[in-house]
């Protein structure tokens, strides 16, 4: 073969090679790790602490529960009456959110916290908080498949959801998330920012 | 002024927005078949219908129900002839009949969206609905009678 055709061939091989390297960085984002600009996985993964603490609190994950019944309270038992999911996250029947929970929360101790959108993630993504190791809330979290079909962006922009937002207006007897909401939003961009590494466990 | 309709009759009153929807309708309307049991969306004695959903009037501002479609006890039928009072009534489900308001007006909200509920799904509609006399499983019953006389009646 001539040598100008095998440097030819050469090159059109490490370019499929170069690209199918981008598509494999590109799908990777549904394995759960982004391979954005700037990569540090130590940094990634600290940041990711924090936004751990914050999600695994009860005014986080009392609305991600395992089952199909909100929890309730600081100590995250089953919300009293026992109210169920739902297809679409917003109850069902005679039990639908909004049918106590109103826009705004009531006045005095433990009434029930208002949001114009109250609602668990619906039955077909569940979006599961409750029980989660680090390693498997990071990896659902950044998987389009398993995060409400969120992309890098929106993850992103996340943070500053009304819902996500009311964990730090939580109304009269219940503690807030053990960071406060600036530093939360740092925490998560800084993960996401850094590539969205897993932690190891 | 808030405009309000229920029962399909008009309303307009001056009213503080964030007065509690029972307490326009028992105070200052007089429809006191609604009852208050907690005040705190607990118990579910304050049920009413807006837009055919089974709120709990004791926590829902009356601004809510501005301009919406409110019904209570009174209004459920203009003959006492719902499906869901004739099964009360055959199966005698009420003992002091102090939640019986807000059990009826859930089992009406029940039925409307599932015409032929299993017990599981009676239970699930209906735990919500507290009974200090605990005429649950006459309640069960009466919600499986009330889907018959519905379904008779097309
Ligand atoms: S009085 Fe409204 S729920 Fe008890
Ligand atoms: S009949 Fe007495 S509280 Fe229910």
Known sequence: MPKKSMTLITGFVSLVALMSFALKNEADFTKGTIHSAKKDSIESVK??????????????????????????GDDSHPHSMLPQ????????????????HQATNLAGLNMPPGHPDWHLPPADMKMVFEGKTPQELAKQLVNPNTNGNKTLKQLLEHADDGLVKAGWNPGEGRTLPPISHAAFKKAWITWIENGAFAPSK | MISLTIN??????????????????????????????????????????????AIRSCVTKVSRAEGQKVVTIEGLSDTGEHPVQKAWLELDVAQC?????????????????????????????????????GTYLRIREAIHLAAEIQQKNG
């Open chain 1, 47 to 72: 940041a990711f602490k924090d936004v751990y603490k914050v999600l695994m609190s009860p005014r986080c994950m009392n609305c991600h529960p395992a089952g199909d019944t909100p929890l309730q």
């Open chain 2, 8 to 53: 399909n009759k008009p309303y307009q009153l001056d009213i503080d927005p964030n007065t509690p929807l029972l307490w326009v309708l028992r105070d200052h309307l007089d429809l006191v078949g609604t009852k208050f049991g907690c005040g705190l969306a607990q118990c579910g004695a304050c049920t009413v219908h807006l837009n055919g959903e």
């Open chain 1, 85 to 100: 999911r739902g297809k679409d996250g917003k109850g069902i029947y005679t039990m639908k959110c909004a049918n106590c």
């Open chain 2, 97 to 133: 009949g102090y939640c019986q308001t807000g059990q009826i007006m859930s089992a009406a909200v029940l039925l409307n969206q599932n015409k032929n509920p299993t017990d599981k799904d009676i239970d699930a509609a209906m735990s919500g609905n507290i009974c200090r006399c």
